[in-house]
């Protein structure tokens, strides 16, 4: 067993062994370095600071960086209106105010009706056979319509209810010039001949011609019937020299299936047939 001084030389010789290890690794002092005392005599040592993610806060209380903010609760939602749906039921056949049934049909307009005799309100037809129109010849047409049985045959039935339309129109010797807001020229002839002319002259044209000279109380028909009358021989062979210059008038103007009526100069109707080259008139109802 170790006695008591044995166990003290032995301390002393590991506290020597261990002081000469230190005094190894420990740098030399300079001789001219200041002497430190107190607690700047102690040994330093270099500490390592990690900065977190999250900044510490300033003041309590205050809102920190990066933290959500809180919202206001929304308010609870309204319902989205809707069209509130009808059924209809049905409850029987319709009645009128006094209470009798109305017929199942809509009612519609009676067409024109062509009878064989003619009348008031009735015209003559083809070959004694009644014939429905859905359009009505206009007021000024109605009776000569109704009068003339070969008119209704050639005419057919109206495809439109007319007019009254702003017309140019010219006497001839033996004929009429007619213009019409469409652009169109008829020539109607005494003997029944009929053209139909497109309105070709414009502004910068010459409106006459000095090589035609009428003769005594007859003019040269200028402008648009000017060019027609002097481009087309037939026209002008027909008609002859005009004997009083162009004039606007108020006409009435009726589409049928196979032509048309016109009430022009003075009053007088006339049917044109486009597709023949043909006319009809003056036109009366007896």
């Not at 609760?73 to 749906?85: F, V």
């Not at 009645?95 to 009612?107: C, K, V």
């Not at 009706?113 to 070959?127: C, D, S, T």
């Not at 439109?160 to 469409?182: C, D, K, S």
Request: charge should be negative.
């Amino acid at each position: 067993m170790w006695r008591a001084d044995e166990w003290m030389w032995l301390a002393l010789a590991l506290l020597v062994l261990v002081l000469t290890g230190c005094g190894a690794e420990a740098p030399a002092v300079p001789p001219d370095a200041p002497v430190l005392t107190g607690l700047d005599g102690l040994p330093k040592q270099l500490a390592t600071i990690e900065m977190t993610a999250t900044p510490s806060p300033v003041l309590v209380g205050m809102p920190q960086p990066g933290a959500a903010l809180s919202s206001a609760t929304p308010a609870p939602p309204r319902p989205t209106p809707t069209l509130t749906p009808y059924v209809g039921i049905f409850l029987g056949r319709p009645t009128s105010e006094s209470g009798e049934a109305l017929a199942d049909d809509i009612p519609t307009l009676a067409p024109f009706v062509v009878g064989p005799m003619g009348g008031p309100g009735v015209v003559g037809g083809l070959a004694g056979e009644a014939v429905d129109c859905p359009v009505a010849p206009a007021g000024v047409f109605v009776a000569i319509y109704a009068a003339n049985a070969a008119l209704q045959e050639r005419l057919g039935c109206p495809v439109g209810i007319g007019g009254v339309e702003q017309m140019a129109a010219q006497p001839f010797e033996r004929g009429t010039l007619y213009w019409r807001p469409n652009g169109q020229i008829y020539a109607l002839a005494n003997n029944g001949q009929l053209w139909q002319v497109t309105d070709t002259w414009h502004e910068g044209l010459p409106p006459d011609d000095p090589s035609f000279s009428a003769p005594a109380g007859l003019v040269q028909p200028i402008r648009g019937f000017g060019l027609v009358w002097r481009t087309n021989t037939a026209i002008r062979d027909a008609l002859g020299w005009g004997t009083q210059s162009e004039a606007l008038i108020s006409g009435f103007w009726q589409d049928f299936e196979r032509g048309a009526v016109l009430q022009g100069l003075h009053g007088q109707v006339v049917a044109i047939f486009p597709g023949e080259g043909q006319h009809s008139g003056p036109l009366t109802a007896y």
